[in-house]
């Protein structure tokens, strides 16, 4: 059974590969898509490309969102309960999202194991939600299929693998038209523009892909060795122009902070000059890998704030990038390493009670990654508290032998602390007060 799993994982990330890098291969017959508004939301549907009996285990297309008037935030999407329902955890579905200024690229890329068709023995299916984000009363929004954003030709087309693992087929997607989401005196508004040149049949002069371009680049990473569809990248990922001066100026400088009683992990960075936008990336240890936390496209910003797990270690880089006139990007040097490690949560279920010797004796709940507690004891529940033990043990959850005096009354509460790789504590937030009458 395990091999059995390992083998599906493995095609299912040489299909995600494919659907990158390999050489595409045209096919004649074509694909559908539609776009429909509604509500500020706009659902995603394709049609099943024309002859193509076999089941559909991986696709990608283009979308773009602009901004026609007014202002909006960079919009997202969602993939629909059917996409997502097909295989879980071991589907594949990302939708990177890059641009700014109201101008958006959207790289959607679907990939199932060998047994999953992401038409469900269909002719369509609706992938997904675009989710726009206006930001002003009055405003008009566009969004439409694409092409391939290295190509010169901006005919949509789908690129799908079947389940018998054959390379990447392109097919144009046909019918295709715009949409213009509006809202004027607050109501909603759609609207199908015509829009001279605009490609809607798939009759359109010139061939969308060649193998000679075989424009496998994603469009947040047009290098020839393209981020995968998770996000992972090498330690020392490749750029566009090597020779570019944008590359040879000097890597950020990264600081990670991260308070007591907190799981937010503060980012600061000096400004490069040139930059438009920087890209966060976090060490992952199961893979080995850098994944992108973060794109910031604003050239002025140089902060941010992430919440994360408690009570964790985390590795952070940082790396600047500057977009060319034809939308592509250029990257900077990566940042150094910084290391930070968060609060513990708050310590819960803490009780107490006296022992026959009069001393006291506290239990609570355990924690997942803390180093360690402290016990703190005063005699005024809002007084002030005296740390009576250190317990250097993870595994605590458990403490007695604490003197008391008969005849008194005390109080308790606990918390647990990590250990940073600067040696530092970082401390969780307090248990509830516990009172206990000594007798």
Known sequence: MRKKIKRSIFRMIVCCFAILLFPPHIVSADAGGELTVGNQKITVTLQKPQEEPEAITSVRFFLTVSVLE?????????????????????????????????????????????????FAGGNQAVIGTLNLSPSSESFRIQAAFTGVPSSDDKQPVL?????????????????????????????????IPEIPGYPVTPNVPGNPVTPANPDMQTPDNPSTTPELPNDTITDNPQTPDETSDFTKKAAPKLTLSAK?????????????????????????????????????????????????????????????????????????????????????????????RQLKSAKAALTWQPQEGVHGYQIYRGTKKNGTY???????????????????????IYYYKVRAYVTGEDGVRKYGTFSSVKKLVIR
């Not at 879980?88 to 579905?93: A, Q």
């Not at 939308?327 to 968060?342: D, E, N, Q």
């Not at 009576?388 to 008969?406: A, F």
């Open 70 to 118: 007014g202002q909006m935030q960079e919009p997202s999407f969602e993939f629909a309960e059917n996409v997502l329902s097909i295989q879980k955890p071991d589907g594949v579905r990302s939708a990177a999202i890059t641009g700014q200024n109201g101008s958006y690229l959207i790289d959607i890329i679907i990939s199932e194991k060998a047994d999953q068709d992401i």
């Open 159 to 191: 690129r799908y693998i079947n389940h018998t693992g054959q390379s990447v087929q392109v097919v144009p997607l046909s019918g295709v038209r715009p949409v213009i989401c509006t809202d004027t005196n607050g109501s909603n508004h759609t609207t």
């Open 260 to 352: 007591n009683k907190s799981s937010k992990i503060s980012f600061a960075w000096n400004r490069i000059e040139g930059a438009d936008g920087y890209q966060i990336y976090r060490y992952e240890e199961e893979i080995k890998r850098y994944t992108r936390v973060k794109t910031i496209a604003n050239a002025e910003k140089t902060s941010y704030t992430k919440t994360m797990e408690y009570a964790t270690s985390y590795a952070f880089r940082v790396r600047a990038y500057q977009t060319s006139l034809e939308g592509t990007r250029v990257y900077g040097k990566f940042s150094p390493i910084a290391k930070v490690t968060t609060a513990p949560p708050k310590v819960t279920k803490l009780s107490l």
């Open 386 to 408: 005296t740390r009576i033990k250190t317990l250097k043990n993870s595994q605590s959850q458990k403490y007695s032998g604490i003197s008391q005096k008969r005849g008194k």
